[in-house]
């Protein structure tokens, strides 16, 4: 791969009381739903809007993994900044991160582990060749930033 | 720590069409709304309704990270059993973990970093210590397992 | 119709933070999710549960009109007792309400106009007899007490 | 009232797997929270971001009463246009409309009665004659057209 966009136009969102909650933030799993509409306006982006990925490419996105990464609150009435990138892609996932900013202050980082979804077969496949060409094009960001206390439990994880 | 309860009543889940999207399946930003209720329902158990943390112990909790790992589909209609346990506890910050499944079989499971806020100083906290003393008699739950590529991907991550 | 019950078993809902917003109250919307929750439980009551009505009954429903009138404000740890009645029932189309109340108190009150569609044809259908005497077994509810503004402001809709 | 705008820029919203349930088709109380992003634009694009009601004129908005009539279906994909405008307005309401279109075709309307709320009273209050005068600018919307079946449902309510 070689020069590709550090990012694409970001999608702006004004939070409104539905994306808060009574400890007067953002509440946490909203920002889980924001990053699909960061991902959709990525992929559109692409030429492969997420309602024609069955049409055109016979499969469907499952969502394995996600995990979100809170960095500072968000308000009623902050305009966030939603800006989706490709950590990693392979043919059996992608990794997209998504990275929500308020006046380029970190507010919270998602990253979506997708997999392709065989809707004629029932089952996971390998993402189609023509669309993993695609994606080649699709910007590229570096993983999340952790907390350190977070990444201890992901080796704890990884051991167990 | 002595005996401890594996695991207390669960939290039955009825899936209604708002849990679910139009791949037919439950959303996935839905289970980590779920895995809130669940937890409620483990703090009231311990005697500590979430409504009465700020009045009782003068915090508020928050969620620093989120992550949820899916293993198999949800439907409407379907009758979802949520176990709350916790993974790991400091005053620093408390691991919930919600399993999430229907009829024994595994569903999603989600894990949540949950640290303390202090609203009067407006700013983070360690948890109060008649608060630990009081999760302290919560069931114990071992960490999610993870998909291969995941944990893979924890480990860049850690590198980072 | 005969004697009929005038109450199910309520649905007991435990207000999460998911189910507020930064005014620290219930969002108005989620009472409109809560109130399919206990429909599908007057649903089940009937022995007709929502997810097998397209293979019993070869429809589907959608709703073609809600609507929430909000009486007193909820908040995070209450806990709410929905029940939901037929108001009004043809095959074109049913009228459920269902009262949301807190030890008593009324809290909310949501309408909703249920049609069938078929699915096959895909287009709007007449309920099937025999879901007719299914739902003549529901619980019947009187309509929702307005507000008088609001009351007047149906009078203009309808001369309009 | 003069010379008043028929309508303002109208909030594009690109329907997300998120917004939809597993009919297909957007969940009906989804319409109500867009309603809601609607209504936050038109007051921003008067002037009084709905974040700073309180501050700048001591009161918070409640909704009193919600109202959604379903026309058209919508689907993962379609870029919705919203246009919020006034129904009706004194002091002690206001009633919002939010027409919801897709290609100049009609998919639901949101009509909701909104007051005033003095957070320092703890109570309803009269909306401040400063507020009204910015609300005299807003673009002004007929009422949402209802069903026959609903309408009769109406006047049954309002004789109850």
Known sequence: MTARPAATQPLLHDVAYADTDAGGIVYHARFVEMAERSRNLAMRALGVPVAEMKERFGVQFIVRDVRATFHRPGHVGDVLALASGIVAASPARVIWRTAIS???????????????????????????????????????????????????????????
């Open 102 to 160: 308020r006046d380029g202050a970190a507010i919270c980082d998602v990253e979506a582990q997708i997999a392709a979804f065989d809707p004629a077969a029932g089952g996971p496949c390998l993402l189609p060749a023509a669309l993993m060409v695609r994606l080649d094009e699709a910007p590229r960001l570096p993983p999340a930033r952790r907390s350190p206390m977070m990444k201890l439990h992901d080796r704890d994880g990884a051991r167990a």
